[in-house]
Structures are given as structure tokens and as C-alpha cells.
């Protein structure tokens, strides 16, 4: 029996453990100074390249300015921005999402792709769907589409030990040939063409634009809020939700997560098809928010992109959110770029992949910018 | 407590072998149904193997197999899987599986050919080119994995290959173009060491990394330097050179000996890798890091400079591969030219278990496996050319999914070393 | 050779691993260096052997101060280090091994191997160690393994010889058969630095002996006029008796039953051959033996981490061969495992959600789908004070935490529980000895609460403190059984039977 004056230190003790650490400098540089400092490393970098082929300094000059322009600039570049990266940030969650389960999925490529078919396939089969109902399904089919792509890496992991790196790039190539085939089969392909191209998505099946009502070009739609509705999830589901802890249990210790009960099979599954379920939105969002059709390489890249988007967002959905829009930016701008300054978007996506070297090798940033940083002091063992 | 020393119960035990076995003979009988229904031949057609051209010095006859052979292979499959599901495990169990494919892929072959002609020896020899890419692919995996550090790059270290090969072959003459394809894979190679050794970036990442940069980076001078300057990306190619009499033996002729310079080149290399990693001294060290670079560097073996080291020479194969593409065959570079062959040469040293010769054994397949889709297309097979383009891939899925768990990479494979 | 540190000083960030120690290492003498896990022993012998560089003091030679940049400088100069993690390449042969770094070579860096094997086996014969050249490492036994390390020592011709820990993985008469070898090393003229931390071994085998504590030396003397209890107080620094105290524990219904357990390994080897054993309500049983010999594998089957192929596990009266790690949890199994930082912990998640990995998904922290965390961290908090896990928060990630405080951490997740069997795997290697006493203490609890204990361990010492009963294992079968109710099994006999002799299988 404790007396009341013990029930009371126990009592301090207790608040004293349970008293949150303020935000630190440490968490300060993790998540803000250092993609910053990717960013502008990358884009010098990027205009270094630009030098060395042949284009001249004032052309890099309005480069910049087209980028910036075309990104944020009006409310078209905005309305632009914000379109590219609606699929790039469902894509780039389901890769974070994968990533915090120590998931390394190359796949969302050849999700997307399959799921963006599946979805105008189902959209063109069921014309008479009244417009919400329609467009929905469609959401849906191409969500159900792409997380039994990937759930094929998945079961193959968890069975076999089949590293998901390799068998989802063999997927993406896999589903590359496939979209070629589907899109040349009689009921698919548009009628009319001999190029492989599908047939459209009908009205009903389509995300309303957003903005029409102020100006028929601007592109904004509907899938900005799934995207919206996608990061909450996902927080969700990651911080909150017991599958979560599993799955970022597994990701950051796969041996203690085993001894702890959980099913690492179940876990790798689980995640590999909630990531290809997020790849399969995005691409159904493209195809009935932009595209209105398949066609070969409709998925431009977007799957390899969500990859570096996923690390610059350090699989965080609201991380991946920032960079998500970051990233749209730069797509859009990188259009205004070629037109205005005649460099190719080819640039993009270079400036893309050192953006991830920068920010997954922490140390390389803290090297070039030392002034950036504290020192650290380097902990050891007795 | 006293230890049974006899087993009463021997057939209770889940044995992993007995498994095993089980899974091969269902394996053995569906594909025995596949040949016996999928690939059934009329009766009377035959299909005629062409094993040399009527030109060559010394002409071989033609093979001529009657369809009724597939109706063989179909009861010798059976046989197989019905005999591994009654007294499965022990040797017996790979050895059949072997079989048995080697069967599935002969009938195929005889399916496909039925009442037509087919050039067997130009298939070997296409075979033999289509393996390079991938067998050097494998080979600059095994260099790097050896020394524990996983590469995911060779796919991109190919791709700058094969663009360094087409722009400096244009400007300097074929020679020029392969030197400098070496030492830009070279160069990938040093980059990948850097990123893993010095700044302990995840290796997966890394990798995925100088992939995704070096496809922008080509891309991007493609179409923003090529497209207006053809005569930068028009190399000079390699043509074949036959080496006397030796290159017109019958069917290993034209497949080893009467081949360009990366033929060879690949040849060579895999022989120089298997005697410099099992019997020199360097070799020994190599795969001590890769084995436990913490007994490496008490020895005084300096862990980083040997990584660095393999690392950087494993890009420099993957160079040499990738000129194949450009150099080797057409001379022009196209965007991602490479098509995942860094990826099937990956898959080949997991099936070639981390050994250059196995590596080398493993491209061949994959590359049969290509070069099959192509000359069936001429074929006119009822399959859609698309799936035939998918074989390499399939394969590559089934050989990683089949083969994992068997196969053991160096231990501290994928682990960064960090000095105490 | 001679060799003497001069106020080495060597810092980890803001730990001072070695603070100004001061030592002699001579030719032809035994120097035994005690001192508890995290005394500093490992840092000052990684100096010596040049993995470390000091930041303070020196090294000097013969009387000539010498400075050493990285791993081969010690080794170059004589000085020869037997890791207590050994460090040879299991896929390579023991010729392999000992030349690695030092080959003999033909032409073209051709690895003369044959040259390797009859040096291998000159080194042999002149030391009596009797190591089969061309096997491969990961056959051979652990005891032989360490011969190998000592060979690679030698075969560099080395003067003095650092063994650290070597004696954690001998059974009691490998330990003589050792003793034997250092004594011949010792006539031939080498130094030795014998580094331990149990005493009886100390005393028996060193000339001299320096004891280390918190990174200084604490006491120096000559083990004739010494005694394991002045020892143990000049490491601890408090008196400290090393006896576990317990009553005698009353024994129930069984608890765990295991009968004819067989485990097999990919390609069919055998990893538990026929095991059977009963582990009782209100007792503990030790499991000895050499490490390797299947004790791994014995918990992994009792906590469903690994498929048996045959045989059946019975817990409390109900079968659970083919139930699930959680299922087994959920029953009341708790399970301190063998590698608490890779098996028991994750390192970057903070202290509270580590303290539910099991049973987050248990009504008390849930709502619907989602995990209540605020009750989870209550709970954490709780369990950090009932079990004295010292922390300022438990919301700092568990790697921040001292491997004690960690081990103490994982123990309180599992004994907080309602529990009726506890399986601990090496529940205190390499802790420090107020770690050791207390995680004891709370195992004895256990049993004296009714629950069946299962502690797995290589440290005779400790199998012999805390069991009532012990078992051994041996190659995947356990050969013997021992009473130790009172604490007298006979050491002798359980070290025989760990070393495979067929005796004493008397209950």
C-alpha cells in the first residue's frame, strides 16, 4: 500500500515521462533545411547541364523564368500545377506507404498503367451509368486493378523471398507490352484508329473540372480532393490505424516485428496492395480527370517520379503532399520551359533524380552546405 | 529422455526436400498437359531444324523432327512428375525439372515449326549476341556484389554505355567510343561507391538514383543535342569477325566464332573474373569484404578502397555492355535503349549464384529466351507478339521467385561498413 | 616483447570510454584485465590493436612510443587481437582465413594455397592446436573456430596476444584444454592480455591482473594474495556476492510439454532432433550448452517462430504446435529473446510504442481500427517506473536508451503481463551487473508468482544460479538432466554433457 505522499511522486514521475520534447533543431534540418537545400542544389546543377550542352546563359536564364512562370505564375500555371500533381502525390503516397513498410516498389508504373486502362474500360462498358455512380466505379475498378498488380510482388515476396525491387520492374516492362495488346483488341481500341488507342471515357464517367465556370482551359478537376482525402488516409493509416503500426514496424525492424506477432506476409501483401491500389487511382484519375483515353506511355513517366517524390516527402504523407505539388510545379513549368526557352522537359526529370540523391544521402547535403547544419557530434559505445 | 535413435515416424516429418518435390512433379504434370493439348502437332507435319546455311564450307543436315514427338515428351514429363510425386527428393528433383523444361522448350520449338522451316543455327547465334548485354550485366552484378555492395544500377551504367558509345564512336571512330564507354560506366560505377561507401546512402536507393539520372540525362541530350545534330549519334559499328576454321563448325561455329568484338570481349571477361575472384590474391580479399568486411579490415584489408575498387570495375563491364547496344549493333542511341537488360542481368547472377561463369550460363538462357521471340515472330505462331516480347521478363520473374532461398548472395550483401 | 600504455584517454562523444589508464604488458607472463560489460576493456584493447586511435597518451614498444593509424598497424608491430565475435569468413576454408591479408603468391597474384596448408599446419604442430587446414569455418565447431583466430594470430607472429572473452563459448573442460594453449603460448614467450570478466577464471590463469571500472583502472594485484570477492568489489565498486538469492520455488502442473519435437532445416539437417521436455508451473529450467547446438532453434519452436516438422508442444493442457507467435503470446507466453536489438526492440520507435509491439491490438489500446495512444503511453509510462527503465520521457526512441535500460524495457513488456510462461533467451548478455541482479530478481519473481520459466543460456554461471533443473543440449538433442534445486548440480558432469558425452541422465 502506498501512502498518498508515494502515490504522489509516482503520480510527478508519471507527467514527467509522459511530458512531449519540444520540437527540435535536429527535426528542423531533417525536414525543411535539407530538401530545401536539395532543391536549389539540383536546380544549379540542373543549369550547369544546361551549359554544358551548348544552351547559352540568357536561354538558362528564361528557362528559370519559364519555370517559375509556368508553375506559379498565373492562375492557369497554378491550375496546371496542381492538376500534375494530383496523380503524382496518389502515386507517391502509395510508394511513401510502402517505403514506411520497408517496401521498395518500382511498380507504380505498371500499376498506374493498368489501372488507368481498367478504369476507362470500365467507364466505356457502362455508358448508361448516371454521372457520380459512373465515375466512381471507375475510381474503383482502377484502385482494384492496380492492387492486384501489385499484389503479385507482394504474395511473390511473402512466399518466395523474390525481391520486389526486380519483380516490380519486370512488371512495369510486363505492362508495358500488355497496354500495347489491350489497346489493339477490337472492343478496346477506338473505332477508326490503327494505332493503339482506347475508347473514351464518357461524360459521366469523368471528374468534373473545377474552374471551367471562370475559364475553359483551366484543367483543375475533381481528383484534387481524392488527393486531399488520400493524404489524410494515409496519415491515418500509418500513425493511427493498427495495420499501420504493423506496417511501419515491419519497415523499420522486420525481425522484431516477427517476434512481436506480426505477420510479415500478411504486412508485405497488405501494403504492396494498398500502394498499388493508390497507383491505380492515380492513374484513373489522369485518364478521367485529363486524358479521357488510354494509350501507350499515357502514364509519362509519372510512376518513376512518385518514386523520387515519395523520398523528398520522406514518406510522409503530408511531406509527399508539398512535394507532390513541388513536383507538379516543376512538370508544368518544365512545359513552359520547352516552349518558351526551347529546352527539353527531359530536364525535368533529371533535375527530379538529384533532388532524390540529395535527400536520401543527408551526409552528401551536409558536405557541400556545412554551414547549413550543427555540428554533429558523432555518439559511440564505451 | 532417451534420444530415438530410430525414426518410427519418418513420414509424418514436413520435410522441405519432400516439398519440394511434390511442387516439381505437379510442376512436370501440367506441363506435360501443356505439350500434350497446348502444343499438340497434326500428325505427319514435321518441322525441319536448319543447323547451317547452304553457303557454309562444311554443310550439317537439316534435323528433321516428326510431330509425334511432342506426344513423347508429353508421356516423358508425365513420367518425371508421376515418379517425383511417389519417391520424390534427392537429386532426382532439379535434374528432372531441368529435364523436363529442356522437353517443354524442344516441343515448343517443334510446335511452333510444324510443316515449316527454321534456321537452329541462326537462332544459337543470335542467342549468343543477345546474351552479352545481359551476361555483362551480370558479370559487373557479381563484381559488385561480391564485394557486398548491391547494384542496381547496371541498367543505367548500360544505358550511359550504350549513349557514350554512339555520341564518342561518332566523334572519335568506333575504338574511341568504346574507351570512353568503359570509363563513363566506369565513372557510374565510382558514383554508385561513393554514394553507398562514403555517404552510406541506402544501396537500394542509390541505385534507382543514377538509374532515373542517367535516363533524364540521356533523354534529355537526345532530343535536345541529337535531334538537331544526327551526325553526333551515328557510330561506326563493330562487324563480326570469324575466326578461322574454328568459325565454320557446324552450329558452334557461327554461335562462338564468328562474332564481334563483344562476343569475345564477354567470353574473355568471364574467364578472367572466375580466375581473378577464386585464385589470386585480390580475388580473396574482394570476397572477404563481401563476405565480413569487419575480419577484412582487422586483417588491415582496407574495406572502402576495396568496395570503391570492384565497384568502379563493375561499372566499367556494365560500360563495355552497354556499347554493345549502340556500337556492337546499330550505331544510333534511342531513349532507353536498354529496356531492362540491367535488371535481366541482375536475375542472371542470382540464378548463376553470384559466379561469373553461372552468370554467364544464366544470360544464355535469358537470351535464348529473346532471341526466341524474334524468330518466332517470323514463325507466324498464333501467339500475340506481344506476350512473346514478355518472355524475358516472365522468365526473369520466375527465376527470381523460383531460386531465392536456394541461392546464398556474400553475407554482408546490401549491408553499408561502418568503421568503428 | 614488452608493451606499456601511458595514459591512454579515448572519448565516444560525451562517454570517456578509457580515462587515463595506465598498464604493462610483458613477455612470458599472463596479464588478466577484468572489468563488467561496458568497462571499457573492448575500447582499450581495440587501441592497442589499432582499430582505435587514442585521443590521449601513448603506446610505447619496447620503450620506443609507436603510433598506429588503422587495423593492420597493430598486427604489423606484433600485437594480435582474438575478437570475441570471431572474425573469420564462414565460407572460407581455415588456410583461407589465416592468410587473409598476408598471402602467399605465385605470378599474376595467384594465391598459392598449397604454400598456405603446410604453413597452416607448421603452426600446428609447433603449438599443438590441431585444426584441419582445409575445412570450411561455418563446420567447424565453435571451440575449434577459436584455434583458428589464435592461428591467424600466430601465423602473423604476433608477441603479444590479446584474447578477449575467449572462454564465453568452451565448455568448463575446453576451458582447461585452453588454459593449456595459453600456457604454451606463455613459455614460448608470448605476452598474453587475458581480458574476462569472471573471476574464478582470472585467478587461475593470469600472472598479474588489472581490474578496469568505468573506464579507469580500479585495482592491480597478484591473483595468489587475491580473492574472487576483493575482485568482484574492485569491478563493481560495492560488495557483491554474484549468488542469486532464491527460495525454494513449488513446483505445479505443467506447464510447457514437448514431446518428440523435430525442427529440420532447408536441406533436411536436422536443427532439434526428437526433443521432448516438461517445464512446470513454479520452477525454472536452464538450458545449457554450447552455443549452436540447437537452443536457438528450441525457442523459436516454443514461441511458433519456426515450423516443426514433427512432434507435438503442448501449453497449459492445450495443443499449440501449429498456433501462431500471437496466439502464443495472447496465452500468456512471454518471450525475452536472444538478440534484444534486432529481435526485441526497434530502435527508432519511441520507448512507448515498443512497449505495446505485442499487444497493440488489444482492446485496452484500442478504438475500433485505431490505437489509443494515449493509453499506450500511460501504460509506458507505468511500466518505465515498475521496472526502473531510466528514461526522461517515453516518447524518446528506444535507441537512445543504455543496453541495460533497453533489456529492462523489453523485460517489462513481457512480465507485465499476465503470464504463465516466461521464455528468456540470454536475458542478460552483455549488461552491467546491477542489470544482471535486477533482471534475475524479476525472473525469480516469475516463478514464485507460477509461472514456468525457460531461460536459455551459454553462461553456465547463470544456468547454474537461477535453475531448478537443468537440461543441456547438444548438436539438437538434449543429452542430460540435472536437479539443481539446492544449487548443486555438479558442474563437471553438465560440462560433459555439453560437450557431447552420454552420461548422467539422471532426473
Known amino acids: ?382 | 529422455m532417451s534420444a530415438v535413435t530410430t525414426d518410427t515416424s519418418a513420414e509424418k516429418i514436413a520435410s522441405a526436400k519432400a516439398r519440394q518435390a511434390r511442387i516439381t512433379g505437379a510442376v512436370l504434370i501440367g506441363l506435360s498437359l501443356v505439350v500434350l493439348f497446348l502444343l499438340d502437332v497434326a500428325a505427319g507435319q514435321v518441322a525441319t531444324f536448319k543447323l547451317s546455311r547452304p553457303r557454309d564450307v562444311w554443310v550439317a543436315p537439316d534435323l528433321v523432327v516428326p510431330g509425334a514427338f511432342n506426344t513423347v515428351a508429353a508421356a516423358l514429363l508425365a513420367f518425371l512428375g508421376v515418379r517425383q510425386f511417389l519417391r520424390g527428393g534427392g537429386r532426382w528433383t532439379s535434374l528432372s525439372l531441368g529435364i523436363g523444361i529442356a522437353l517443354v522448350i524442344v516441343a515448343f520449338l517443334v510446335w511452333a515449326t510444324a510443316g515449316k522451316s527454321f534456321s537452329l543455327s541462326g537462332m544459337l547465334q543470335a542467342t549468343m549476341v543477345r546474351a552479352v548485354p545481359i551476361a555483362l550485366g551480370g558479370l559487373a552484378g557479381v563484381l559488385s556484389e561480391r564485394v557486398a555492395v548491391v547494384n542496381i544500377a547496371i541498367e543505367g551504367m548500360l544505358l550511359a554505355g550504350a549513349f557514350t558509345g554512339a555520341l564518342m564512336g561518332s566523334l572519335l571512330g568506333g575504338w574511341g567510343g568504346l574507351v570512353m564507354a568503359v570509363l563513363v560506366g566506369g565513372m557510374f560505377g565510382m558514383m554508385l561507391a561513393a554514394l553507398v561507401v562514403t555517404f552510406r546512402m541506402d544501396q537500394i536507393i542509390a541505385g534507382v538514383v543514377i538509374n532515373l539520372f542517367v535516363l533524364g540525362l540521356t533523354s534529355y541530350v537526345t532530343s535536345q543535342v541529337f535531334a538537331h545534330n544526327r551526325h553526333l549519334n551515328n557510330a561506326e559499328i563493330f562487324r563480326s569477325w570469324k575466326i578461322p576454321i574454328l568459325g565454320d563448325i557446324p552450329v558452334i561455329g557461327p554461335m562462338l566464332f564468328n562474332q564481334n568484338l563483344f562476343v569475345y570481349g564477354a567470353l574473355i571477361l568471364v574467364g578472367v573474373t572466375t580466375y581473378y575472384l577464386f585464385h589470386t590474391k585480390g580475388g580473396l580479399r574482394a570476397r572477404a569484404v563481401g563476405e565480413h568486411p569487419r575480419a577484412a579490415d582487422t586483417l588491415g584489408i582496407d574495406v572502402y578502397f576495396t568496395r570503391y575498387l570492384h565497384v568502379t570495375l563493375a561499372g566499367m563491364v556494365a560500360g563495355f555492355g552497354g556499347a554493345w547496344f549502340t556500337l556492337g549493333s546499330v550505331g544510333r542511341f534511342d531513349e532507353n535503349m536498354t529496356g531492362g537488360r540491367g535488371f535481366i542481368g541482375l536475375a542472371a547472377m542470382i540464378f548463376g549464384r553470384w559466379h561469373p561463369v553461372g552468370a554467364l550460363s544464366a544470360a544464355l538462357i535469358f537470351g535464348f529466351a529473346d532471341s526466341l521471340q524474334q524468330k518466332l515472330a517470323l514463325l507466324n505462331t498464333p501467339i500475340p507478339s506481344e506476350f512473346l516480347a514478355m518472355a524475358p521478363y516472365i522468365a526473369t520473374i520466375i527465376v527470381v521467385a523460383g531460386l531465392i532461398g536456394r541461392a546464398r548472395p556474400p553475407a554482408a550483401d546490401g549491408k553499408p561498413y561502418v568503421k568503428e | 616483447m614488452d608493451v606499456e600504455l601511458r595514459g591512454i584517454t579515448k572519448r565516444f562523444g560525451p562517454v570517456v570510454a578509457n580515462d587515463n589508464v595506465n598498464m604493462m604488458i610483458r613477455g612470458g607472463e599472463v596479464l588478466g584485465l577484468l572489468g563488467e560489460n561496458g568497462a571499457g576493456k573492448s575500447t582499450m584493447m581495440n587501441i592497442l590493436s589499432g582499430l582505435y586511435s587514442p585521443d590521449e597518451g601513448e603506446i610505447l614498444i619496447d620503450g620506443k612510443p609507436v603510433s598506429f593509424d588503422g587495423p593492420g598497424d597493430g598486427i604489423a608491430a606484433g600485437i594480435g587481437m582474438v575478437h570475441q565475435h570471431f572474425m573469420l569468413v564462414p565460407v572460407f576454408t581455415v588456410a583461407e582465413n589465416v592468410v587473409l591479408g598476408v598471402e602467399p603468391t605465385g605470378p599474376l597474384g595467384y594465391l598459392d594455397l598449397k604454400k598456405a596448408r603446410a604453413q597452416v599446419d607448421a603452426i600446428n604442430k609447433q603449438y599443438g592446436l590441431h585444426v584441419p587446414a582445409d575445412a570450411l569455418i561455418e563446420d567447424l565447431p565453435v571451440g575449434i573456430q577459436q584455434r583458428v583466430e589464435i592461428l591467424k594470430v600466430l601465423f602473423r607472429e604476433a608477441d603479444v596476444l590479446i584474447l578477449d572473452e575467449p572462454t564465453a563459448v568452451l565448455t568448463p573442460q575446453e576451458v582447461e584444454e585452453f588454459f593449456a594453449i595459453v600456457n604454451s603460448l606463455k613459455e614460448a614467450g608470448k605476452a598474453i592480455v587475458f581480458i574476462t570478466h569472471k573471476l574464478h577464471e582470472i585467478l587461475a590463469i593470469s600472472d598479474r591482473i588489472n581490474v578496469l571500472r568505468q573506464g579507469r583502472i580500479t585495482g592491480e594485484g597478484d591473483p595468489k594474495t587475491l580473492d574472487e570477492a576483493k575482485l568482484a568489489e574492485m569491478m563493481v565498486g560495492r560488495p557483491v556476492s554474484f549468488t542469486v538469492s532464491k527460495g525454494a520455488g513449488t513446483r505445479g502442473r505443467v506447464m510447457l510439454e514437448m514431446s518428440d519435437v523435430i525442427m529440420l532445416d532447408v536441406t533436411d539437417e536436422r536443427l532439434l532432433d526428437h526433443v521432448s521436455l516438461k517445464v512446470h508451473s513454479g520452477e525454472v529450467v536452464g538450458v545449457a550448452g554450447v552455443q549452436g547446438n540447437g537452443q536457438t532453434e528450441l525457442v523459436e519452436a516454443i514461441t511458433g517462430l519456426e515450423r516443426v516438422a514433427s512432434g507435438k508442444i503442448i501449453f497449459d493442457g492445450e495443443d499449440i504446435t501449429h498456433a501462431s507467435v500471437r496466439d502464443r503470446h495472447r496465452r500468456g507466453m512471454a518471450h525475452i529473446p536472444e538478440d534484444r536489438h534486432r529481435d526485441g526492440m526497434i530502435s527508432p520507435f519511441t520507448i512507448a510504442e515498443n512497449m505495446v509491439l505485442n499487444s497493440y491490438y488489444e482492446p485496452t489500446y484500442t478504438r475500433g481500427m485505431a490505437i489509443d495512444w494515449s493509453a499506450v503511453q500511460e501504460t509506458a509510462a507505468k511500466y518505465c517506473l515498475d521496472f526502473d527503465v531510466r528514461t526522461p520521457s517515453v516518447f524518446l526512441p528506444a535507441g537512445n536508451l543504455s543496453g541495460g535500460n533497453q533489456q529492462k524495457m523489453v523485460v517489462a513488456r513481457e512480465l507485465e503481463r499476465q503470464t504463465k510462461l516466461v521464455v528468456a533467451s540470454q536475458p542478460t548478455r552483455g549488461l552491467d551487473v546491477g542489470s544482471i541482479e535486477y533482471i534475475h530478481a524479476r525472473l525469480i519473481d516469475a516463478r514464485d508468482e507460477g509461472d514456468g520459466v525457460l531461460i536459455v543460456s551459454s553462461e553456465l554461471d547463470e544456468i547454474m544460479g537461477l535453475a531448478d533443473r537443468i537440461l543441456v543440449m547438444f548438436e539438437g538433442r538434449i543429452v542430460a538432466e540435472f536437479d539443481n534445486t539446492d544449487g548443486k548440480a555438479d558442474r563437471n558432469a553438465v560440462g560433459l554433457a555439453m560437450a557431447g558425452a552420454h552420461q548422467g541422465a539422471a532426473a
Do not use: C
Open chain 1, 1 to 382: 500500500m502506498t501512502d498518498g505522499k508515494d502515490l504522489q511522486k509516482v503520480n510527478e514521475d508519471m507527467r514527467k515521462l509522459l511530458a512531449r520534447a519540444a520540437f527540435g533543431r535536429g527535426n528542423f534540418e531533417d525536414l525543411f533545411v535539407v530538401p530545401v537545400f536539395a532543391v536549389v542544389a539540383a536546380l544549379v546543377l540542373g543549369a550547369l547541364i544546361m551549359l554544358a550542352t551548348g544552351v547559352d546563359l540568357p536561354t538558362i536564364g528564361r528557362s528559370f523564368v519559364a519555370l517559375a512562370v509556368g508553375s506559379a505564375g498565373s492562375l492557369n500555371a497554378v491550375s496546371e500545377t496542381l492538376t500534375a500533381a494530383i496523380p503524382l502525390v496518389l502515386a507517391g503516397l502509395g510508394l511513401g506507404l510502402g517505403f514506411r513498410a520497408g517496401l521498395f516498389n518500382i511498380g507504380a508504373e505498371g500499376q498506374l498503367l493498368l489501372g488507368g486502362t481498367a478504369a476507362v474500360v470500365f467507364t466505356f462498358s457502362f455508358p448508361s451509368l448516371p454521372f457520380p455512380i459512373l465515375m466512381l466505379f471507375g475510381l474503383l475498378t482502377g484502385a482494384l486493378v492496380g492492387a492486384a498488380y501489385a499484389s503479385i510482388a507482394g504474395i511473390l515476396k511473402a512466399t518466395t523471398g523474390a525481391h520486389e525491387v526486380i519483380t516490380t520492374i519486370m512488371l512495369n516492362l510486363i505492362s508495358i507490352r500488355l497496354l500495347e495488346y489491350i489497346l489493339r483488341q477490337p472492343y478496346i481500341q477506338r473505332e477508326g484508329r490503327a494505332d493503339p488507342v482506347s475508347k473514351s471515357v464518357p461524360d459521366a464517367g469523368q471528374l468534373p473540372r473545377l474552374l471551367d465556370w471562370l475559364d475553359p482551359n483551366l484543367r483543375l478537376h475533381a481528383g484534387v480532393f481524392l488527393m486531399l482525402l488520400a493524404v489524410a488516409f494515409v496519415w491515418w493509416l500509418l500513425f493511427r490505424s493498427k495495420i499501420g503500426f504493423a506496417f511501419r514496424a515491419s519497415g523499420a525492424n522486420p525481425d522484431a516485428a516477427r517476434y512481436a506477432g506480426m505477420r510479415s506476409g500478411l504486412v508485405i501483401v497488405a501494403a504492396m496492395a494498398t500502394a498499388g491500389a493508390l497507383a491505380g487511382l492515380a492513374g484513373a484519375a489522369q485518364v478521367q480527370g485529363v486524358l479521357g483515353r488510354a494509350s501507350p506511355g499515357f502514364s509519362a513517366q509519372m510512376g518513376f517520379d512518385a518514386i523520387a517524390l515519395a523520398l523528398l516527402g520522406r514518406s510522409h504523407p503530408v511531406g509527399i503532399l508539398f512535394a507532390g505539388i513541388l513536383f507538379g510545379g516543376l512538370e508544368a513549368g518544365g512545359r513552359q520551359m520547352q516552349v518558351d526557352a526551347g529546352v527539353s522537359i527531359d530536364l525535368i526529370s533529371i533535375i527530379q533524380a538529384l533532388i532524390i540523391v540529395f535527400i536520401a544521402a543527408p551526409l552528401l547535403v551536409r558536405a557541400i552546405f556545412p554551414w547549413g547544419f550543427r555540428k554533429i557530434t558523432k555518439g559511440g559505445k564505451a
